[in-house]
Every structure is written in C-alpha cells, then in structure tokens.
T-cell receptor, first 114, second 115 residues
Framework: DTAVSQTPKYLVTQMGNDKSIKCEQNLGHDTMYWYKQDSKKFLKIMFSYNNKELIINETVPNRFSPKSPDKAHLNLHINSLELGDSAVYFC?????????????FGPGTRLTVL | AQSVTQLGSHVSVSEGALVLLRCNYSSSVPPYLFWYVQYPNQGLQLLLKYTTGATLVKGINGFEAEFKKSETSFHLTKPSAHMSDAAEYFCAVSEGSYNTDKLIFGTGTRLQVFP
C-alpha cells in the first residue's frame, strides 16, 4: 500500500548511457514532481506535471525528459548521462485543488554515474 | 523570488534537551511554509505546515513551529529531544494560493541527538 513508489531504488551506470526512473502514486493525486537532491543534500525541483501536462520545467538540461502516461505515473528519462547527474532523485505527488500544497515523497532513486 | 535560509547545517543536542531549528524565508506573497524530515536513506516526510490561520502549528512527533511574519521566520521546536529525532530537517516555502505547485527548499539542518 505504498503511496508514492519509485523504481529502481539504486541505479549505477556509465557515462553516456541512457536510463529511466519510474514513479507511481496511488493517492489519487493529479500533480506529480521530480526533485534532485545533490551530494550536499540540496533539494531542487526539476519538473511538475498536472493531469499529464507539464507545468514546471526548471532550466533542466534537455537530456532530461519527463513523461507522464497518466495521472498516476511520472517517469524520468535521462540521455547521455554525465558525472554531474549523480544524485538522489525524488518523485512526489499532490492534489492541486487542495487548499495547500502538501507533497508526498517517494523513497528516492540513488543514481551513480561512473 | 522566494527563498529559504536555514541557519546551521548541523545542530547537536542531548536527549531530553530542547530542539530549535531555524528557518527564515523570503516571499513577495503570503507564504505557505513547511517542515519536512528525512531519515537516513529515506524520502521526505511532512512534519507540519502553515497555510493560514493560527500561527503556531503542531505537527507529528511532538514538533511545532511558529510563523512570525514580522521576523519572516518559521522556526521548528520540540521541548524534549529523543534519539529517534536524529535526521535531516528541511524547511520549505511555496507561494500558496498564488501557485501551489512549487516548493522551494532550504539547504537542510542535520540534527544529532546524543544520549
């Protein structure tokens, strides 16, 4: 009965490869997000989708391409991976029409680029 | 533009002592404010939030925070620390009803609790 789930939990890959991270939520939310947490624990939003529509794109390199097949899923595809992409990536979800923006976070995917 | 400053990247307290984690924000609109906790190798969990109304908000695990508009602060407190409180704590701000979609996080404060 996990609320926000991500796969895989760990991802180790070589520079130049292409990889995807998947996120699913079963909370009935209509908005999903991707955040990046760097080695200093700094969290920064990357993307947000509402009802499969991109609403936030925070100057992320176009090697990163989010895809939302439906409201419950938001996947992150990364092309031509670079060393600087190593980080923990968190998916989150919320209900946009609620009176406040309480975001529920997944457990994170630790990406290591060698 | 909104921003959050967390004073002190590390805070150490003894078990049973008062916990005080500082957060100051900058926002051009009435803010919504949040405290999240991150235990090792886990995702973020919401501790408490301020949206409107009462400025003293209570959260889970005995934590509370007070919104002080004049000081642009939202400090997190707990009267008596427990060993299980050791974690990373993040303060965050959003633009509330003006734009509910974007959370801006502070750089985090690591809380250590000594026996």
């Amino acid at each position: 009965d996990t609320a926000v789930s991500q796969t895989p939990k760990y991802l180790v890959t070589q520079m130049g490869n292409d990889k995807s991270i998947k996120c699913e939520q079963n909370l009935g939310h209509d908005t999903m997000y991707w955040y990046k947490q760097d080695s200093k624990k700094f969290l920064k939003i990357m993307f947000s989708y509402n009802n499969k529509e991109l609403i936030i794109n925070e100057t992320v390199p176009n090697r990163f391409s989010p895809k939302s097949p439906d409201k419950a899923h938001l996947n992150l595809h990364i092309n031509s991976l670079e060393l600087g992409d190593s980080a923990v990536y968190f998916c989150a979800s919320s209900l946009r029409d609620s009176s406040y923006n309480e975001q529920f976070f997944g457990p994170g995917t630790r990406l290591t680029v060698l | 533009a909104q921003s959050v400053t967390q004073l002190g990247s590390h805070v150490s307290v003894s078990e049973g002592a008062l916990v005080l984690l500082r957060c100051n924000y900058s926002s051009s609109v009435p803010p919504y404010l949040f405290w999240y906790v991150q235990y090792p190798n886990q995702g973020l969990q919401l501790l408490l939030k301020y949206t409107t109304g009462a400025t003293l908000v209570k959260g889970i695990n005995g934590f509370e925070a007070e919104f002080k508009k004049s000081e642009t602060s939202f400090h997190l407190t707990k009267p008596s620390a427990h060993m299980s409180d050791a974690a990373e704590y993040f303060c965050a701000v959003s633009e509330g009803s003006y734009n509910t979609d974007k959370l801006i996080f502070g750089t985090g404060t690591r809380l250590q609790v000594f026996p």
